[in-house]
């Protein structure tokens, strides 16, 4: 597991190479983005962003991270506290 800073992170805002933040843990959710249920769109919306506040408003955190999480994870920031 990679540990990257929130500039880093930034750089993989597209359709093509989107990164997400939840929680303090960096997603890498370019190969979901067409299964998305909600669609790709809202993704790339907040690719290369932290998009916890998002995630947390529209999902069970702890189902849909369970279910997809571990293969979608790339690591974590640094420099930033897990929300508990």
């Not at 993989?12 to 979901?32: A, P, R």
């Not at 669609?39 to 995630?55: E, H, N, P, R, T």
């Not at 702890?62 to 929300?83: D, Y």
């Amino acid at each position: 597991m990679g540990s990257f800073t929130t500039d880093e992170v930034s750089k993989h805002n597209s359709e093509s190479d989107c990164w997400i933040i939840v929680d303090g843990k960096v997603y890498d959710l370019t190969s979901f983005l067409d299964d998305h249920p909600g669609g790709k769109k809202i993704l790339v919306k907040v690719a290369g962003k932290d998009a916890s506040k998002q995630f947390h408003q529209y999902h069970n955190a702890a189902q849909i991270l369970r279910k997809f999480g571990p293969k979608l994870l790339k690591g974590e920031v640094t420099g930033v506290s897990a929300k508990l």
